[in-house]
C-alpha cells in the first residue's frame, strides 16, 4: 500500500469518527422514491352490543301552557218535532154518604189549552166521556200544557190547571202531581149545613175547620173549594 492510500484511509476513519460533514455529504446516496400506500385491510366484526344503562330520573313537569281562546258559539239546532199521543186517566164518582159509586160513567172531561201548540196549529178545547170504570182517553194531544175540567148533573165540577202533556204515546193522567192516586167527584148531598167554622190550632200552627149538618149517618164527604176572590164557588175556585 502507498502512503496516499494509506493517508486518505486514516483520514476517512477520523472523518466517520469525528463527523466531516461535508464528506458524508458526499458519501449519502440520493432519497428513493416513496414507496405505494398498501390496501386497506379487511374489516373487522362489528363487537357485541354493551348492556343498556340505567333509566334516569324523570324530570320536572313543565309548566301549563296558556288556555286557549274560546270557540265561537255554534249555531242553534232546528226545533225538534211536536210529539203527539193519548191521555189516559180514570175519575171516580163518590155518594154524599161517602162512598163509591158503582157506576162511574157519564163524567164531561173537557180540556182546554195554550193558544197555539208546537206545530203552530191553534188548540180548540176538546171533550170526552168517562166510562163505566171511570176511564177516558183524550186522542191526539200534543205536548203542553193544560187544564182540565170534570163535570156532571148531581156533582161538584172540578178544575186541575197547568197539567203537562209531554206527548210520545201513551200518557196516564194524574190529579196528584204525578202520583197514582184516583180523583173523586163527590155527589150534591141531601143534607143542609147548618154551621161552619173556623180555628186555629195553636200548638200545631195550623188552621181547621169544623162543620155541622143535619146529617142521617155519622160519615159525610165534605169538598171545599177556596180562592182569593170573594165570589168562590164550585165553578170558580184555586183548589179543592
Known sequence: MSRFSFLFIVFMSICLLSGCSGIQDMLKGDQGAVGATGEQGVTGNVGAQGPTGETGEQ?????TGA????GDTGEQGPEGPALSGRWVGHMYLIGSNGSLQSD????????????????GVSFSP????????????????????????FSKEG??????????FTGGGDQAWSAYAGLPFAAGMTQVPDFEILEVGLGYDYGGGSLYLSVTTNAQSQYRHLLVFWSTSPEVSSQNYIGS
Open 155 to 164: 156533582y161538584g165540577t172540578l178544575y186541575y190547571y197547568n197539567q203537562s
Open 59 to 63: 324530570g320536572p313537569t313543565g309548566n
Open 67 to 70: 288556555q286557549g281562546p274560546i
Open 104 to 119: 162511574h160513567s157519564g163524567v164531561t172531561v173537557t180540556i182546554s189549552g195554550p193558544v197555539s201548540l208546537a206545530s
Open 126 to 149: 176538546v171533550s170526552v166521556q168517562t166510562n163505566n170504570a171511570g176511564k177516558f182517553v183524550v186522542p191526539d194531544m200534543e205536548t203542553g200544557l193544560y187544564t182540565l175540567s
